[in-house]
């Protein structure tokens, strides 16, 4: 890889409800990366020339109804908007960075793999990716096709589980879902993807109050298990504000009303709620599901 600029694309709400995870986001990666970064912002827009366009009254750009993220199928669309050359990286914005990302742009792709993420044989998540934008051009839609459809965002999961070799794995530790198990010395990358364990919520949710709006997830909201993950958060959080970093900077006009799947029975994970494992209701119906899935290959949302 060169040591040219790094284009860092970030999936975000677009009614300012992520400002303290992504100015949180911002200062990490800039304290610990040796190499220019560019942080392209993905948020629902109004704008008919924005590639995030959408206008759900008129079935017009994309279709989101079916997302469990106000941005989750964006991460699709990052090639083309790369002109399919180069790399680049995908991160949601829940995301805490404690290395160089240098590391994880110049990782080694395997010849037929399109796309750098944490898997294994039979799984993977795009949370934290790597996109190889020439070598994806051959597998994923159009742009024009990514909005249109309402089943795009299922349908390119679809691609990679028919397609498991199309992924390279990477050190887990580069997307640590709300720590595994790891002491923070060996987290490179923290993603605390819980939503309802998230630590920005003691900050967004008050902030949000005050202005007359609500928070985007609208499932239950949990202590994180992990202490000194949320201290962590807040160190970072603190050492931002003092570095200069503003939450102002990062407001938008607030987008309004958008379609979305609910995440009221929304169950987190194995890692912040081990307790949900010994619930005989909720074990029963992932048996269940697991059993009608088969052996196939898994991805995140």
């Not at 960075?97 to 793999?113: G, Q, S």
């Not at 887990?172 to 939503?195: A, R, T, V, W």
Request: hydrophobic fraction near 35%; glycine fraction near 4%; charge should be negative.
């Amino acid at each position: 890889m060169t040591n040219g600029t790094i284009k860092i694309f970030v999936g975000c709400d677009p009614n300012n409800c992520d400002l303290e995870q992504m100015m949180v986001l911002d200062y990490s990666i800039h304290k610990h990366t040796s190499q220019p970064v560019e942080i392209i912002w993905m948020q629902l827009s109004h704008d008919p020339q924005s590639p995030w366009y959408t206008n759900q009254e008129q079935q017009q750009g994309w279709h989101t109804e079916k997302w469990a993220t106000p941005f989750s199928g964006f991460r699709w669309a990052i090639p083309e908007l790369c002109d399919f050359k180069g790399r680049a990286i995908y991160m949601d914005a829940d995301v805490l960075v404690r290395c160089d990302i240098v590391e994880l742009w110049n990782h080694p792709l395997a010849e037929e793999a399109i796309v750098i993420a944490k898997g294994n044989k039979s799984s993977a998540r795009l949370c934290t990716c790597v996109w190889d934008c020439e070598k994806a051009q051959k597998y994923l839609y159009p742009l024009k096709k990514l909005q249109s459809d309402p089943n795009s965002h299922k349908n390119m999961m679809q691609l990679l589980k028919n397609k498991p070799y199309l992924v390279q794995p990477y050190l887990d530790s580069y997307n640590c879902i709300d720590g595994e198990g790891l002491d923070i010395e060996q987290i490179k990358i923290l993603h605390y993807s819980d939503m309802g364990t998230q630590f920005t919520h003691k900050y967004s949710i008050p902030r949000l109050a005050l202005e007359g709006q609500k928070h985007w997830f609208d499932g239950e909201i949990f202590t994180h298990p992990r202490q000194d993950l949320a201290e962590l958060f807040d160190q970072y959080y603190e050492e931002a504000l003092t570095a200069g970093y503003q939450l102002e900077n990062y407001k938008v006009e607030p987008y309004g009303t958008f379609s979305k799947a609910t995440q009221v029975h929304y169950h987190g994970n194995k890692v912040t709620r081990p307790e949900d494992e010994n619930n005989w209701f909720i074990h029963t119906m992932r048996k269940i599901k697991s059993k009608f899935k088969g052996d196939k290959f898994t991805l995140d949302d």
